[in-house]
């Protein structure tokens, strides 16, 4: 049930990464486009960065940093009961 759990979590974080990927691509193509005088929805991407975007990133590093001390804790507490 645990590995399950793990996994779901694993593709969550996993598809947060390429939708976060994806933002940063039409942000900088908005950007390209703002140099030479084109609409490309750079304005629409400011609208929705702080109910989108920036939870988003949050939750990618939030979730980082969480598994990564997960992992840290599992590998830790593995080490701990073979020394018994």
Not at 69 to 84: F, L, M, P, T
């Amino acid at each position: 049930m645990l590995d399950r759990i793990s996994r779901a979590i694993t593709w969550l974080l996993t598809a947060n990464f390429f939708f976060v990927l994806a933002s940063f691509t039409w942000f900088m193509v908005a950007l390209l486009g703002r140099s030479f005088k084109l609409s490309w929805g750079l304005d629409l991407w400011y609208s929705l960065w702080q109910p989108l975007f920036s939870p988003a990133i949050g939750l990618l590093m939030g979730g980082a940093i969480v598994s990564g001390v997960g992992r840290w804790g599992w590998q830790r507490w593995q080490s701990w009961r073979g020394q018994d």
